[in-house]
C-alpha cells in the first residue's frame, strides 16, 4: 500500500493553536479601568431589563 503524500493531504497553519510542548507567548493585560466599564455596561443592561421585564412577570402572576 503506498503512503499519502504531503500534497494528497494538505495541512492548513493555525497560528494562535497551541501546538504541545511550546508555551503561547503572554497575553496582554485588561486595564482595570476597562474592566470596570464593562462591568458598568453590564450592570447597566441588568437594570434596564429589571425595569422593563419585571412589570411583564408581576402581570403573569396575577392571571388565574
Avoid: N
Avoid at 486595564?31 to 425595569?51: D, N, S
Amino acid at each position: 500500500m503506498s503512503q499519502p503524500t504531503a500534497s494528497s493531504h494538505p495541512q492548513t497553519h493555525y497560528p494562535d493553536a497551541v501546538t504541545p510542548g511550546k508555551a503561547r507567548p503572554a497575553e496582554t493585560v485588561l486595564p482595570t479601568y476597562r474592566l470596570h466599564l464593562m462591568r458598568g455596561g453590564y450592570l447597566l443592561m441588568a437594570a434596564g431589563l429589571m425595569i422593563v421585564k419585571w412589570p411583564l412577570f408581576s402581570k403573569q402572576l396575577q392571571c388565574p
